[in-house]
């Protein structure tokens, strides 16, 4: 059983600033990557920032140079770091990680649950 589980979402001015968190735990063989990824009503899910487990980062165009995602490898634990936040920023934030749980296994993406993000005055 794997679990993703993401913390730190809430409601900031814009212009502030906010840092998400996301464990992933279980059986775990290996994890690839991991990734944040955002959705508002209506609309698809989008990819923020990823960063794999040789450290190569992506970012979403729209956030380059006010986000910054970082990961905790022996924790299997990611976090982003978002700056400057707009309102455009508001959305439900979802942590994947992709991993394996044996050797054996293909690597398939887990999702958590996500957290709401509120850019608001």
């Known amino acids: 059983q794997v679990q993703v589980v993401e913390s730190g979402g809430g409601l900031v001015q814009p212009g502030g600033s906010l840092r998400l968190s996301c464990a992933a735990s279980?059986?775990?063989?290996?994890?690839?990557?991991m990734a944040w990824y955002r959705q508002t009503p209506g609309k698809q899910r989008e990819l923020v920032a990823e960063e794999t487990d040789s450290g190569l980062t992506t970012y979403a165009e729209a956030v380059k140079g006010r986000f910054t995602i970082s990961r905790d490898i022996a924790k299997n634990t990611v976090f982003l770091q978002m700056n400057n936040l707009e309102p455009e920023d508001t959305a439900v934030y979802y942590c994947?990680?992709?991993?394996?749980?044996?050797?054996?296994?293909?690597?398939?993406?887990?999702w958590g649950q996500g957290t709401q993000v509120t850019v608001s005055s």
């Open positions: 279980g059986s775990i063989f290996s994890i690839y990557a």
């Open positions: 994947k990680a992709d991993l394996t749980v044996a050797s054996w296994v293909p690597t398939r993406p887990y």
